[in-house]
């Protein structure tokens, strides 16, 4: 038998996404909806944008107003 661990303080995905500060404000870019922004603790795992109607999380690098178009 393998043995198992586990994490205590979780894992994130990605450790370098761009945190916005707190008290940031963005609108969903599928829904329009305001987005809730997450606290950027140790153990969430997920981006730091978060559309409870879509249920679709987003990073700063995925909302169109910071994509780079050539």
């Known amino acids: 038998m ?4 586990t994490h205590e303080k979780g894992l994130k995905y990605r450790e370098d996404y761009k945190w916005p500060e707190t008290g940031t404000e963005k609108d969903c870019p599928k829904c329009k909806q305001p987005l809730e922004l997450q606290n950027n603790e140790p153990a969430y795992l997920g981006k ?3 559309c409870g109607r879509c249920q679709w999380q987003f990073s ?5 107003e910071n994509k780079v178009t050539d």
């Not at 393998?2 to 661990?5: G, I, N, P, W």
């Not at 700063?60 to 169109?64: A, H, K, Q």
């Open 48 to 50: 730091p944008w978060w």
């Open 60 to 64: 700063e690098e995925d909302l169109p």
């Open 2 to 5: 393998q043995d198992h661990h």
